[in-house]
T-cell receptor
Framework: SQQGEEDPQALSIQEGENATMNCSYKTSINNLQWYRQNSGRGLVHLILIRSNEREKHSGRLRVTLDTSKKSSSLLITASRAADTASYFCATGGSYNTDKLIFGTGTRLQVFP | GAGVSQSPSNKVTEKGKDVELRCDPISGHTALYWYRQRLGQGLEFLIYFQGNSAPDKSGLPSDRFSAERTGESVSTLTIQRTQQEDSAVYLC??????????????FGPGTRLTVT
């Protein structure tokens, strides 16, 4: 079963614009992670935010987490054509098993 | 250093045959995971290893699926009597796992399984 749902399912923007993707989940979590997947490089980890954190930055990426609303957002600033990929949120639920439950993904297309 | 590797990269098999998929995790990563991704979908968790034991097998879809890990290293996922619905990309990931703290998972390139 899938825990998270990303919104929107697909997003098309021009280079230089910002892209915002949202993720909602259903159960309590220990951490939430964002991954990028494209055909050339497989699945790549972007950022991990723990349940006691509210915001995290990494380069052009900004992730927020609102555990009261069970939601997270990923903001990519000043997008580039190379950012074209599918983006997935994944939640980790407990200390006893570190499995991730993945969302359905957002397909981002950045036009040059 | 080397990342997670998987073999074969592609496997085409006839319905009813058994297949074995292999995963070599990053050296020193005690946690190893198998996921499945159907076309256009997100990843489905299959099984998790901590060392050589599997505390969570909850994602295995049927008793045709099994996995093992030896030497806290290589893992094999075996699918017996394959069915067409088993067609998917099978992804392996590994991570550190220290004191219950979550770490990022590093994924292999996957094995694309096609059952004809």
């Amino acid at each position: 079963s899938q825990q998270g749902e990303e919104d929107p399912q697909a997003l098309s923007i021009q280079e230089g614009e910002n892209a915002t993707m949202n993720c909602s989940y259903k159960t309590s979590i220990n951490n939430l992670q964002w991954y990028r997947q494209n055909s050339g490089r497989g699945l790549v980890h972007l950022i991990l935010i723990r349940s006691n954190e509210r915001e995290k930055h990494s380069g052009r990426l900004r992730v927020t987490l609102d555990t009261s609303k069970k939601s997270s957002s990923l903001l990519i600033t000043a997008s580039r054509a190379a950012d074209t990929a599918s983006y997935f949120c994944a939640t980790g639920g407990s200390y006893n098993t570190d499995k991730l439950i993945f969302g359905t993904g957002t397909r981002l297309q950045v036009f040059p | 250093g080397a990342g997670v590797s998987q073999s074969p990269s592609n496997k085409v098999t006839e319905k009813g045959k058994d297949v074995e998929l292999r995963c070599d995790p990053i050296s020193g990563h005690t946690a190893l995971y198998w996921y499945r991704q159907r076309l256009g979908q997100g990843l489905e968790f299959l099984i998790y290893f901590q060392g050589n034991s599997a505390p969570d097998k909850s994602g295995l879809p049927s008793d045709r699926f099994s996995a093992e890990r030896t030497g806290e290293s290589v893992s094999t996922l075996t699918i017996q009597r394959t069915q067409q619905e088993d067609s998917a990309v099978y992804l392996c990931a590994s991570s550190l796992s220290i004191g219950g703290r979550a770490y990022e998972q590093y994924f292999g390139p996957g094995t694309r399984l096609t059952v004809t």
